[in-house]
């Protein structure tokens, strides 16, 4: 039997290094007994560790690698005030360790090491690496009852002892030297985690301290576009010819290391056995080189990939320094995803701003009361759906002998839409000499707004109708508006009224009018194209047809305008049941009194 | 590790491991030693000090072995520290355990 070599700093540390052999499992694990029962350790706890040494050696030997099987593995046993540490350095493929191992059914003969070692330790942690891995194992130390002054007694302890191996210490400095950096970089980049900086710059700062600690020469850190169909540059410490960005696409070449790592969700490495590949982008400045690229996750997205690596070949990361990149890109992956869901919020909370700005714009538009004339009420009425259209509809009393009556819809939402419809509604109110003549009145309408609407690609259809109760006769015009129903005693409504194009299309558009009579008890129905277009649970449409049904069935019920908007309104809500409402529903009804 | 046969039960005494250096031994030596009318197998645990992942799947496969002859395996009085291995995998109620 092989004796494995050990190098001891009194009762502080212990590290032996040993033949990748089943054999020296035993032997290693009764070593750790010896050196902490003089620590001293209760007899449960030595007994725990002696178990946990052998299970994690015998794990070691038993997947190594045949070129491990050259390579001498090492354990090191750190013993604090308050706990034992154990590291062991493999060169087995590695493995992913569940959080807890599951028990294997009773039949099993094997599967029951790993479950042993996380059911007798305080904490395990297994770091991968390329070439090596290392298992940390901590536990607990048990405060002995009444030793207040254990920490005194250590010191005075350490104090009276002679350290006979100056190079194991010097070693030691320099390792905990190296982990104080680690952990003091650690700390700051989770201090700044806590403060809104642009993650370009923080990334670039980070990456910079993350490649002074594990020794790397060149990183790559790409994020994931906010469409999620692209890797692009975030930052880098290779030249600008980096600045490219790669197809997450299905079908993209994954000659890249990068999207390897990406598509296959795991660590991608690279080195002299396994080069980039000549496709690979990365390959044409950094061919002899290696490193990892590491995917980097927020909860369970995809949000970037870190590549990292050494310029010379020959000396690949630590299971240390491997774990100290997850950790950095892992930081950085919540960083960037906060990043995102800051700026999505403030998004959601700037378009929250916007309907309230324009569904009060909208409500503002509509008349409070609407006129009524000598055997003629009017009774209008608007629902808005979720995002605010630009639906408008106002009844104008003019001189008291005539009624203007009013119905336009502006193509689009928000408020874009409700402030051409408050445009639209003081250019009305600038030109009622023109109400006689709806055809000309929107003919000036669509030349006065024409400039500002074409500007903005946007357009209005619109509905005006003159109505003179005297002459029981009324006048229709329509800008690219669907046409108005008349309902008459016994018959079937029917359209009215011609559609030319909707404003802002056309600079030059003429509109004409047409002229009907009103027959008594007839009701006038102006609606927008929401009213039509509004759906049921099976996803059909109300329509033209189910409309004029429908306000035939009302009709007869021969009620006042505004009872005729109330069933109206109870119609639309029945037809869609639970359904949201997907555009703006406007319509306005005259009926004879 | 010594063996001696008493009625139907092939004992086994004299181990204090059991572990990756003899689990392999333990098993060879019940199956050469078995015989037909080897209804038990009794391990003396008395002095055994340590039992590792691979001394449990010796236990186990013997215990696998002995089911299949309608047979069972036997512990007879282990130390605390294997008890509680045997407690912690669950396996104190598979095996048959003697504290005498």
Known sequence: MVTPRANQIGDQFLSLVFACDLRESREVSRCVRQFLAAVPLPEDDLHAWELMVTEAANNAAEYVTDTGRQLSNRLEVFCRDDEIEIRLTDHTLGFDMPAQAELPSIDSEKGRGLFLIQSLADEVEYLRGRTENCMVIRKKRPVPAGSVRAGAATVAGVGSRFIADEQTLQTMTEELASCYESLSAIFRFSSALNRPQPTEEFAATWMRELLAIVEADWYVLRLVDPVGKELRLSATSLPDAFDYSLSLLPDAAAGSVELRAAQSRQDVWFDASAPLALGDPLSHVIRHSNGLAHPIFAEESLVGVLAVGRSSGDVPFKAGQVNVIQTFADFLGIQVSNARFRAEHLQAQLTARELQIASNLQRSLLPEKLPQMPGLGVAGYYHSARQVGGDFYDAIAVDGQGLLLVIADVMGKGVPAAMFATIFRSHLHARLDLVKRPGEFLTWLNRSLFSDLDRMEMFITAQLVYVDPAARKFQVAGAGHCPLLMTSDGNLPVEVGNTGFPLGIMADTRYSEELRDLPPGARLLLFTDGVTDTQNASDEMLGVEGLKRNLQQIVNQRGNAAQTVQDMAIMLQTFQGKEPVIDDQAFLVLASE | ?100
Do not use: Y
């Open chain 2, 1 to 100: 590790m010594k063996t001696r046969t008493q009625g139907d039960t092939l004992i086994i005494t004299d181990f204090t491991e059991l572990n990756t250096t003899n689990a392999t031994w333990l098993q060879d030596l019940v199956r050469q030693s078995l015989a037909h009318t080897h209804k038990v197998v009794e391990l003396d645990m008395s002095k055994v000090k340590f039992l590792d992942s691979n001394g449990i799947s010796a236990l186990i496969s013997i215990h696998k072995a002995m089911c299949k002859r309608s047979g069972k395996i036997r512990l007879l009085g282990p130390t605390p520290a294997v008890f509680q291995i045997l407690q912690l995998l669950s396996l104190n109620e598979v095996f048959e355990i003697i504290n005498p």
